[in-house]
């Protein structure tokens, strides 16, 4: 077990099997010494943690909690390709959407949820770039949807 993963686990997490794409896509391609993620949902054991729209159905902390696990299946995507989260060097970049209301304005703080994530298990690795999208609607009803650059160690 790695470091990261010794480390998610003393907190009770293990990260999901990388789930299997819906659609003409793969779940992460890595381009030289980067790996981007395709968008994750926060499902947890095929299911969706919540649906709904934030703003109405969903307020901040099940957001938030929605992009935490999305975070989650992300960096699960990304292990599926490095075998070992002690490889990544870097959380480049983090795209978060929030299906919401027009008039909610709290994406950022929902998007918190994944970003505190890796930097409660990356430290300074997991510091990166960020946006944080207000749409209308994304797939199955999910309230959120995390994708990852991840820049990994060359050597691998």
């Known amino acids: 077990m790695t470091r990261i993963e010794q480390a998610l686990s003393q907190q009770g997490i293990e990260l999901p099997e990388t789930a299997?794409?819906?659609?003409?896509?793969?779940?992460?391609?890595?381009v030289g010494e980067f790996i981007?993620?395709?968008?994750?949902?926060?499902?947890?054991?095929?299911?969706?943690?919540?649906?709904?729209?934030?703003?109405?159905?969903?307020d901040v902390e099940g957001g938030y909690d929605a992009a935490r696990t999305a975070a989650m299946n992300a960096l699960a995507a990304v292990r599926s390709?490095?075998?070992d989260l002690d490889l990544i060097e870097q959380i480049v970049k983090v795209?978060?959407?929030v299906a919401s209301t027009p008039s909610f304005t709290d994406q950022p703080k929902v998007i918190n949820g994944a970003s505190e994530f890796f930097g409660e298990f990356f430290g300074?690795?997991?510091?990166?770039?960020?946006?944080a999208?207000?749409?209308?609607?994304l797939p199955m009803g999910s309230p959120v949807e995390i994708e990852l650059i991840v820049k990994v160690r060359s050597d691998i």
């Not at 300074?124 to 946006?131: L, M, P, Q, V, Y």
């Not at 999208?133 to 609607?137: E, K, L, S």
């Open 36 to 58: 981007y993620t395709s968008g994750q949902l926060p499902f947890v054991d095929g299911q969706l943690v919540t649906i709904g729209l934030l703003g109405d159905e969903v």
């Open 124 to 131: 300074k690795r997991g510091e990166h770039a960020r946006s």
């Open 20 to 30: 299997a794409p819906v659609g003409a896509y793969v779940p992460a391609l890595r």
């Open 81 to 83: 390709l490095t075998g």
């Open 133 to 137: 999208v207000g749409v209308a609607a």
């Open 95 to 97: 795209t978060g959407f």
